[in-house]
């Protein structure tokens, strides 16, 4: 135990910028989408005479000339190097530091070199217990989630986000972690020791909503449709309020029962879908059961006769894949009506279960964390060469995103209505990169989300 400080602080909690968006592939509008919801979840359990701040280094500029007397990071793989960085920079000056997230979680021992003290899977609890110690002038250098509940869990203090600099601002979650377990899932790992999916409470979530203003809103959750009861109690208390919104789903929860059917009626315009692979033998090595036996057209049917959009995710690398993978899922999304699509290079994130299996493997062939960002090969496929995949992976980007192949998509949806909504939302995604520029830099992501909003609707 260490002997500290005073009682009223001032908090500085900060987002490092991701590694990527220093990269060649940088997109501003891909970073200026959701302020740091966990940052101001944690701000929510300072003391009313604190005096807490959020600084998002994707949407402005760190100034590390203050002093502090805490600083607190939030640290996923791709930014660890940065954030290693500005610890370093406020330690050597004798300001204590504070680090929580996916990668200190993995990897704590790595993390306790650059922060006073470190926070080891889901923060609320430990955060605020640390807080208490810390003003009561003792604090331990390592803090375990215990307590996985949400029952009084506080609103964030969104007052501390500079709303203006997003174009989605709502963003909120109904709970914690998955009820999933794929293995190359951080999930697995953060909240071990403890509940793996927990929610809050319905009074909770509507409170929340009503807090937000505008029509919008996008929730983070891993999996929206988790906990069924709690989602379709949200929908029903949900129709009327002329909401739209967005959220991730898998394959199992479409198509189950009218709880879909529910979602649409309360204003859901938009579903992330986790495809993943077209190959049955990659879901199952991988464990991602969600999606067995599931008929991917009778999803894409649905919601497309449910007006809602999908964003599908789909990762190449994986273990049965081969060279035609590239070709056979950009093809098949394109002929299947998806909007917009998202893929990755099979990453195996530190302490996830696939992780462990390639490593005693002797597979991991970088350790670099900074290459850990979906779009490296960080590891020796049986098929295919690191750059062969690299390369294929650019290349359904580049594909799938062809204007002629947005158009020729887009009339794979039955209705007018929604081979419009196609066409402006995949386009103004992605063709129109200047443009994002342009207003990002100005400040006018107030108007491009009304412009959302009307896609949506």
């Not at 302020?35 to 998002?56: F, H």
């Not at 999908?310 to 035609?324: A, K, L, P, V, W």
């Not at 129109?432 to 959302?452: D, G, Q, S, T």
């Amino acid at each position: 135990m260490v002997a500290l400080l005073a009682k009223s602080m001032k908090i500085k909690f900060i987002l490092p910028a991701l590694e990527e968006a220093k990269s060649p592939y940088w997109r501003p509008i891909k970073y200026s989408l959701f302020p740091p919801l966990g940052l101001a979840t944690l701000a929510s359990y300072c003391d009313p005479d604190d005096e807490p701040e959020i600084v998002d280094e994707h949407v402005e500029e760190l100034n590390t000339d203050d002093s502090p007397d805490l600083v607190v990071l939030q640290v996923y793989i791709t930014n660890a190097h940065r954030a290693y960085e500005i610890a370093d920079l406020y330690r050597s000056r004798g300001v204590f530091v504070a680090m929580g997230g996916l990668h200190v979680t993995a990897l704590p021992e790595e993390a306790k070199q650059h922060a006073d003290v470190v926070f080891l899977g889901p923060g609320e609890e430990c955060f605020a217990r640390f807080l208490r110690e810390f003003k009561d002038k003792f604090h331990a250098a390592v803090y375990q989630s215990n307590d996985r509940s949400l029952v009084n869990g506080l609103l964030p203090r969104r007052d501390l986000f500079k709303r203006e600099r997003y174009l989605v601002p709502n963003s909120l979650v109904i709970s914690r972690g998955c009820v999933n377990r794929c293995d190359f899932c951080y999930s697995n790992s953060f909240y071990r020791g403890g509940r793996h999916f927990y929610t809050y409470r319905i009074d909770h979530i509507l409170r929340e909503i009503e807090s937000l203003p505008g029509r919008h809103l996008y929730f983070l959750d891993d999996h929206l449709f988790a906990d069924r009861a709690l989602t379709r109690e949200l929908f029903r208390q949900m129709r009327g309020m002329k909401r739209l919104f967005q959220g991730a789903a898998t394959v199992d929860s479409i198509l189950r029962d009218d709880l879909i059917e529910l979602a649409a009626e309360a204003g859901f315009r938009s579903a992330f879908i986790g495809f993943e692979s077209l190959e049955m033998k990659n879901l199952t090595q991988v464990g991602k059961t969600s999606n067995l036996g599931r008929s991917y057209r009778e999803v894409i049917k649905r919601l497309d006769s449910l007006g809602i959009m999908i964003n599908g995710s789909f990762i190449f690398g994986m273990e049965h894949d081969t060279r035609d993978v590239f070709k056979d899922v950009t093809h098949w999304a394109l002929d299947h009506g998806i909007a917009t699509a998202t893929f990755h290079i099979m990453t195996p994130y530190p302490d996830t279960t696939l992780y462990k299996t390639l490593e005693s493997e002797g597979r991991i062939t970088c350790r670099d964390w900074r290459k850990y960002d979906t779009r490296h090969s960080v590891f020796r496929h049986p098929v295919m060469s690191g750059g062969e995949i690299e390369e294929g992976y650019h290349r359904a980007y580049r594909e799938f995103y062809k204007w002629r192949n947005i158009f020729s998509c887009s009339r794979h949806h039955e209705t007018m209505r929604m081979r419009w909504k196609h066409l402006i939302y995949a386009g103004s995604w992605k063709k129109f990169e200047p443009v994002w520029n342009f207003i990002i830099k100005n400040r006018l992501l107030c108007y491009a989300r009304k412009m959302l909003e009307r896609t949506l609707q």
